[in-house]
């Protein structure tokens, strides 16, 4: 019977599969009951999300950036030839 999620890569395996479709792990070459994923390097239960985003990015709030003033340009635009082409200006 094949495992839920390959214990090699990670990846989804279908029901009833011979293999891995990612890897070709199988049977005889590491999965089984007692295969273990902790070589996917996956973080377990003591993973820190908030120390890992202060060290990651810093503590810096990331900047929401609007659309550029070209684009709102460019809009109007668009909008003032299509009304003045349905009003026949």
Not at 10 to 36: I, L, Y
Request: glycine letters at 12%.
């Amino acid at each position: 019977m094949s495992p839920e999620y390959c214990p090699h890569c990670g990846a989804e395996v279908p029901p009833k599969a011979r293999s891995c479709p990612e890897c070709g792990s199988d049977e005889q070459t590491g999965w089984s009951d007692r295969a273990q994923a902790d070589r996917l390097g996956l973080p377990g239960e003591e993973f820190d999300y908030a120390e890992f985003t202060q060290r990651e990015f810093g503590g810096r709030p990331l900047r929401r950036r609007g659309p550029h003033r070209l684009w709102w340009l460019l809009a109007v635009v668009l909008t003032l030839l299509l009304l003045g082409g349905f009003l026949g200006f």
